[in-house]
T-cell receptor
């Protein structure tokens, strides 16, 4: 069974540019998460989707960050415009209905904003 | 919000030695998860614990869910070089679908 897929793996952009990350969760997993991980820290939740509905986006900086999961499968996280402090790893995870607390992570997208 | 205190922050051990790390919380968790993160990769689930007192093994790894539900530990026996990485504890909070992570234990295995 394929795991969580993310692309791109790495992205280098200049500040004020837009950037987008893509995630494909494990097949059959209705819940999808986007996390931010700064160097030396654990992941922190940005947004959680149940199917196509964003049910927890309290930690998402909505002035510049947006996310969508239009058909309840793939998801895109966007930053516009990017700032220097956005340099981090952006992780996508998914979980199934039988063990909702157990999340499986993708490899992440490493963003560097210059 | 809930916080997980993970210790030690880092460990340097010789290959073949056993390792122990733990995680504590000021509030109760109903699930404890242990993840390992290799450089340049996302966290990989090692062990999931769902019941207080539960002791679960995965190869050379053993984890226990504390009786008080406020702590958990992870043991690695006979460490090998590929055990190098960052180990995170995590537990669901809020609606049980939001994971809170510890700050991680950086493990280095010396040959």
């Amino acid at each position: 069974e394929a795991g969580v897929v993310q692309s791109p793996r790495y992205k280098i952009i200049e500040k004020k540019q837009p950037v987008a990350f893509w995630c494909n969760p494990i097949s059959g997993h209705n819940t999808l998460y986007w996390y931010l991980q700064n160097l030396g820290q654990g992941p922190e939740l940005l947004i959680r989707y149940e199917n196509e509905e964003a049910v927890d986006d309290s930690q998402l900086p909505k002035d510049r960050f947006s996310a969508e999961r239009l058909k309840g499968v793939d998801s895109t996280l966007k930053i516009q415009p990017a700032e220097l402090g956005d340099s981090a790893v952006y992780l996508c995870a998914s979980s199934g209905s039988t063990t909702p607390g157990t999340q499986y992570f993708g490899p992440g997208t490493r963003l560097l904003v210059l | 919000g809930q916080q997980l205190n993970q210790s030690p922050q880092s460990m340097f051990i010789q290959e073949g030695e056993d390792v122990s790390m733990n995680c504590t919380s000021s509030s109760i968790f109903n699930t404890w998860l242990w993840y390992k993160q290799d450089p340049g990769e996302g966290p990989v689930l090692l062990i999931a614990l769902y019941k207080a007192g539960e002791l679960t093994s995965n190869g050379r790894l053993t984890a226990q869910f504390g009786i008080t539900r406020k702590d958990s530990f992870l043991n690695i026996s006979a460490s090998i070089p590929s055990d190098v990485g960052i180990y995170f504890c995590a537990g669901p909070s809020g609606s049980a679908r939001q994971l809170t992570f510890g700050s991680g234990t950086q493990l280095t295995v010396l040959p």
